[in-house]
């Protein structure tokens, strides 16, 4: 069957240093994947999509890498700050359906 | 405001009855996806429509029904409720594929059966 792990949970780190999340999947063959952030009690926000034939991709403190042999994404939130803290999804798509990460939770120390 | 509008934001009712929650999608967004997220649970898929028509379906429940009207509104049905199905129900729309937009998010419904 199909599988997205996060791993971690919860990720407790201090006020400027890089949190790093893992999402590995199985049973996926993804032209792209997606992370998306969520506040507790809202939606999720889409932050970032890199496709299968890119290796990495920035936008602004956030780098994402995706490495299909590994079938593994990295997620990195550089110089972090206390707004940075939230759960982060990652989401695959398959049969035109969207499907997420339990999610991991990060909270930034000041 | 992410340009897709869920209502109502609350709804509290009792076990056995009927509701329904609406969402309009973002403006140019043919797509739409429900999404049921219980407390402390992931995002789980329920439902798709792709300008009017059904496209994909996720462990939707039978009690659970949905349609996208002609204007690409969206309502879900959700009937003989269980104190279980107390849940966050999100609504989120996206662009056609290929286009490197992720997508979008309503506020959601928090619905409570008691």
């Known amino acids: 069957s199909q599988k997205i792990e996060q791993n971690s949970e919860a990720l407790n780190i201090q006020e400027g240093k890089t949190a790093t999340l893992t999402c590995n999947y199985t049973n996926y063959s993804p032209a792209y994947l997606q992370w998306y952030r969520q506040d507790p009690g809202r939606g999720p926000v889409f932050l970032l999509l890199?496709?299968?034939?890119?290796k990495e991709k920035r936008k602004e403190r956030l780098k994402v890498t995706f490495d299909t042999t590994l079938k593994q994404s990295l997620f990195h939130i550089t110089a972090s700050q206390p707004a940075d803290s939230a759960t982060y999804l990652c989401a695959l798509e398959a049969d035109y359906k969207l499907s997420f990460g339990a999610g991991t939770t990060v909270t930034v120390r000041a | 405001d992410s340009g897709v509008t869920q209502t109502p934001k609350h709804l509290i009712t009792a076990t056995g009855q009927r509701v329904t929650l609406r969402c309009s999608p973002r403006s140019g967004d043919l797509s739409v996806y429900w999404y049921q997220q219980s407390l402390d649970q992931g995002l789980q898929f329920l439902i798709q429509?792709?300008?009017?028509?059904?496209?994909a379906k996720g462990n939707i429940l039978e009690r659970f029904s949905a349609q996208q009207f002609p204007d690409l509104h969206s309502e879900l049905n959700l009937s003989s409720l269980e104190l279980g199905d107390s849940a966050l129900y999100f609504c989120?729309?996206?662009?056609?594929?290929?286009?490197?937009?992720?997508?979008?998010f309503g506020s959601g419904t928090r619905l409570t059966v008691v």
């Open positions: 989120a729309s996206s662009p056609p594929r290929g286009t490197g937009a992720g997508y979008t």
């Open positions: 429509y792709y300008n009017g028509e059904e496209r």
């Open positions: 890199i496709r299968e034939n890119e």
